[in-house]
């Protein structure tokens, strides 16, 4: 009971010292496993570890096999809830880039580091290749909290992260695939029941992923299921579909919940959000229980085989070598700068795919008594800790040493998509400038992606935007919502991380009759608010823009949007074209250089009133 109990404490005091000192779960989990572990068996009393995962006759959390099961379980709910988060739309968008990084780097990455085990440590070709199949995945657990606080140009940050998401999957099923492999025999490798077993593998993974998938969101849209057990029930059907699988085809469960995450995460289900937050939570609990155990069950004579200078070869050959080699055969032609591919190169950890699958792998393949098959699971954390720590400490460092560390966000975060806020982001877009408009209400971001607008939907209230790394370039924030509490409640939670060069809200209805308690975030007007932008948006659907020739001509300008209620001042467009938010006060505005533009909605501006 002690023990069980110490790992969710630890686990969950490793996930608060993550998030404390913003570095990823994987490392404290992984030292705190290895300290009640292995290591613990060199300062305590009798030599025993103080977690026993598997029962040794003495003591010891779970029973023969039951280990084994736990983490199939537990890694079929972690991938599911990745599935969940891979959406259709957003990976047909991801360029050539990503999709030749889970293809082109997944196939160096596989022979590369494959031929590396083999001749470093004298590993056979099929465990060298599980080896290598077992670290071709990084994971967005471990790239995210990396990124998180780095100020990276959008598309460096959207292909390490949606690498990150779609090489998960693909690297557990190259794992299986090999896994199978190794199981069927060498003599029978090429065989006809070889390639039965691959088969076999590939389809009742497809179809039992998409039958139940389509099964499940038909019950949810027709309200079978009760909303209050909604969370467990699919729950339920997860595990369900990874045990059924399974029976049917050996190893094929992972497939089939990765696959079914992504259907339903396709499917416009009305409780998408409410499922994920539940099997985000579940995740964070699982991966930190997972861990500890994991890192926990090595032996410290599973450590020795590693301590030595060839593991140090076989880490470099991996991180310097195999992992460059790949992404620069991936961003051949693309238009990247060779800055931004040594940084992608450069950052690549490893997680808990390749931990997980590594350990199950490992001991099961050390339990049939297959040789070298102890080698698998302290190479892989050994990849794993090295990578994570190596990145960790040095990727925010390295970002600004080769020159893709952002020193100014100039990136626009709108909270609402509502049609004022589609026209503004439209304009701002054909300026380029980066815009991300954000909105719980579905119809307003699928109209602000018709635009070809980059739109996210979701809730300022959770923590979705604080964890986006992609909004890393990200430096304004303006609050357009008609709701003057969710406006406030934006501008307090995000200006430290989203408005570094300016937090602005609409003012509400009751301060605009109020000029002199005016808020200084308030936003284009005093004397306008959500109303009033709504309805210039839909008599004036356009941006204006007139010329300012002095600043005397501009304060004209401004006196006479304040006096036409059809006039509302938005920007300062610069003649080189830089773009500077109007605030609420906006006779205080100085202009930097002469000329430009005044940027308005509304009616055109009559020049012989000025």
């Known amino acids: 009971m002690v023990e069980l109990a110490g790992i969710i404490i630890l686990g969950i005091l490793a996930q608060w010292m993550a998030w404390k000192f913003k570095i990823p779960a994987i490392l404290p989990l992984i030292l705190i496993g290895l300290l009640v572990g292995p290591l613990a068996t060199l300062y305590t009393e009798d030599g025993s570890k103080l977690i026993q995962p598997i029962y040794n006759g003495a003591k010891g959390l779970f029973p023969g096999e039951s280990l084994f099961y736990f983490v199939s379980l537990a890694i079929s709910i972690i ?11 957003e990976v047909l968008n991801v360029g050539p880039v990503i999709l030749k990084l889970i293809t082109v780097a997944v196939i160096v990455t596989f022979f590369g580091a494959g031929i590396a085990a083999h001749f470093i440590f004298d590993l056979s070709w099929p465990i060298s290749f599980l080896f290598s199949s077992l670290i071709i ?19 460096v940050s959207a292909i390490l992260k949606w690498e990150g998401i779609l090489i998960d999957p693909i690297g557990a099923l190259v794992a299986v695939l090999v896994f199978e492999f190794i199981s069927v025999g060498e003599e029978q490798a090429f065989t006809k029941t070889a390639f039965v077993e691959f088969g076999k593998i590939i389809l009742f993974g497809f179809t039992f992923g998409f039958t ?44 089939s919940v990765v696959v079914m995450g992504m259907v339903l995460g396709n499917n416009n289900l009305p409780n998408l959000d409410e499922i994920l937050y539940f099997k985000e939570s579940l995740s964070v609990l699982l991966i930190s229980i997972l861990f500890i155990l994991l890192a926990a069950n090595i032996n410290i004579e599973e450590l020795e085989l590693i301590y030595n200078w060839n593991a140090l070869l076989l880490f470099g050959s991996v991180v310097f070598l195999i992992r460059p080699l790949g992404v620069f055969l991936s961003s051949y032609k693309s238009g990247l700068k060779f800055s931004e591919k040594l940084f992608i190169s450069w950052v690549g950890p490893r997680g808990i795919v390749a931990a997980g699958i590594a350990s199950l792998f490992g001991l099961k393949l050390a339990r049939n008594g297959e040789p070298g098959a102890e080698y698998i699971t302290p190479l892989v954390f050994m990849i794993v800790l090295g990578t994570v720590l190596l990145n960790a400490t040095t990727a925010r460092l390295f970002a600004k040493m080769v020159g893709v560390f952002l020193t100014k966000s100039e990136g626009i975060l709108i909270i609402g998509a509502s049609k004022i806020s589609r026209l503004i982001a439209t304009y701002l877009k054909s300026n380029q400038r980066h815009v991300v ?26 923590d979705q935007l604080e964890n986006n790394i992609e909004l890393n370039d990200i430096g304004f924030l303006m609050a357009l919502t008609g709701n003057t509490d969710i406006n406030k ?10 408005g570094e060069n300016g937090s602005f809200r609409l003012v509400s209805s009751e301060e605009m009759n109020d000029p002199e308690n005016n808020p200084d975030e308030g936003l284009f007007s005093h004397t306008d608010d959500y109303n009033n932008l709504i309805n210039l948006a839909e008599k004036y659907p356009g941006i204006q823009e007139i010329n ?17 209620k059809d ?13 500077r938010i109007i605030s609420a006060y906006s006779e205080k505005m100085e202009l930097v250089n002469q000329g430009g533009f005044l940027v308005y909605i509304g009616k055109p501006i009559d020049i012989e009133e000025i």
């Open 79 to 89: 991938l599911f809830e990745g599935g969940l988060t891979l959406r259709r739309d």
């Open 137 to 155: 995945v990084t994971g967005p657990t471990v790239i995210t909290p990396i990124l998180r606080n780095i100020p990276l140009k959008k598309d």
């Open 212 to 255: 139940f998938a389509y099964g499940l969101t038909f019950a949810i849209k027709q309200k079978i299921i009760p909303h209050y057990l909604l969370n467990v029930f699919t729950l339920a059907t997860v595990l369900g579909v990874f045990v059924l699988s399974d029976a049917f085809a050996h190893e094929s469960g992972l497939l």
């Open 437 to 462: 408009l954000v909105d719980s209400n579905r119809d307003n971001i699928r109209k602000a992606k018709s635009l070809g607008l980059e739109a996210l939907e979701g809730s300022i209230y959770n």
């Open 489 to 498: 409640f934006a501008i307090n939670k995000f200006k430290d991380q989203f």
């Open 548 to 564: 300012i020739t002095s600043e005397e001509h501009y304060n004209s300008l401004i006196e006479i949007t304040k006096q036409d």
């Open 567 to 579: 006039i509302i001042p938005l920007f300062i467009k610069s003649p080189d074209g830089n773009i």
